[in-house]
């Protein structure tokens, strides 16, 4: 088992990040509220705006559970998405903390620049293992999934903990997105196992590329999961899939997940891979059962 060693370094480039309070007019909120870091200035990533949810009566110095959402600009307003479709975060969210049903948690949304997302989503390393079966005509851009994290694990949240002063030994850090979001959020915790606790990964795309490609790239995300999935004794996965839509390409890579897990120490306890029938590959079908994954991590 691979082990990963780091220490957390915030400059005061990072610390001097602007913070604004979102109002009404810029974005709409069913609870709690937001805060947003414009163009994040990062020394591995581009710059890119990133928002944090916080629950009503948010309080410094408390303990709060971190979920780092990917896709970030998709998950709270409807109005000022590409698809008009959102994740409901704040509304899941809330309810679920208000209920008492999960610990309470905030929510970091990175958002995400279109023409850099797979590039910045697809597991670096794994791509690797195989990538001389890949086919030579076609253009790969520059992967940069190991960058995106060191933004994350160096940059952000150390950033976040300070500023907020959530410094809480036993806080949990998750990492959650969809489709090549859940790709990013599996591998994240693959990468830090002594930074995040766990990942929600909904509607994952296995496939790994463009799916009438040459499908070797799924072989190599397997292959590297299995040489380096973290001890079990501490950790969550969530996975799920629908079939409709893009989702039709993922049922038939259910059994490999399964045996990965299955067989490395992890059981129901600490693992799930759930099959939605007739779920399709986008925000409505995920924002319907979001609070399963959401108890299942933060219960």
């Not at 609870?31 to 928002?51: A, L, M, P, T």
């Not at 959402?69 to 679920?96: C, I, P, Y």
């Not at 994290?149 to 809480?168: A, G, H, M, S």
């Not at 999961?225 to 390409?249: E, H, Q």
């Amino acid at each position: 088992m691979r082990l990963t060693y780091f220490i957390f370094f915030i400059s005061n480039t990072f610390l001097s990040q602007s913070i604004e309070k979102l109002n009404d007019s810029i974005i709409n909120l069913s609870s709690g509220y937001v805060e947003r870091i414009y163009d994040f200035k990062s020394e591995y990533v581009d710059k890119r705006n990133v928002d944090i949810w916080f629950p009503e009566n948010f309080s410094k110095g408390k303990k709060y559970d971190i979920l780092i959402m990917h896709d970030g600009q998709n998950l709270f307003d409807r109005t000022k998405t590409w698809n008009k479709q959102e994740w409901k975060v704040d509304e899941w969210a809330s309810k679920l903390i208000f209920d008492e049903t999960v610990r309470p948690f905030i929510v970091i949304g990175i958002h995400s620049l279109a023409e850099q997302r797979w590039s910045e989503y697809f597991p670096e390393k794994a791509f690797y293992i195989e990538k001389n079966k890949f086919q030579s005509d076609l253009k790969i851009p520059k992967l940069k999934a190991d960058k995106y994290l060191r933004f994350i694990v160096f940059e952000l949240i150390p950033l976040i903990k300070q500023k907020y002063n959530l410094y809480n030994n036993d806080i949990k850090i998750i990492s959650g997105g969809s489709s090549m979001g859940g790709l990013i959020s599996m591998y994240a915790v693959f990468e830090y196992p002594k930074v995040f606790d766990g990942a929600i990964c909904m509607s994952t795309h296995w496939p790994g590329e463009i799916v009438n490609q040459n499908q070797f790239l799924s072989k190599s995300i397997f292959k590297y999961m299995y040489n380096n999935i973290p001890a079990s004794s501490d950790k969550k996965f969530y996975f799920d899939y629908g079939n409709k839509g893009l989702d039709v390409y993922y049922p038939q890579y259910s059994k490999a997940v399964d045996s990965i897990f299955l067989n490395n120490g992890y059981s129901i306890i600490n693992y799930k891979n759930i099959f939605f029938e007739n779920e399709l590959h986008n925000e409505d079908a995920w924002s319907k059962r979001l609070n399963i994954p959401l108890q299942f991590i933060f219960n």
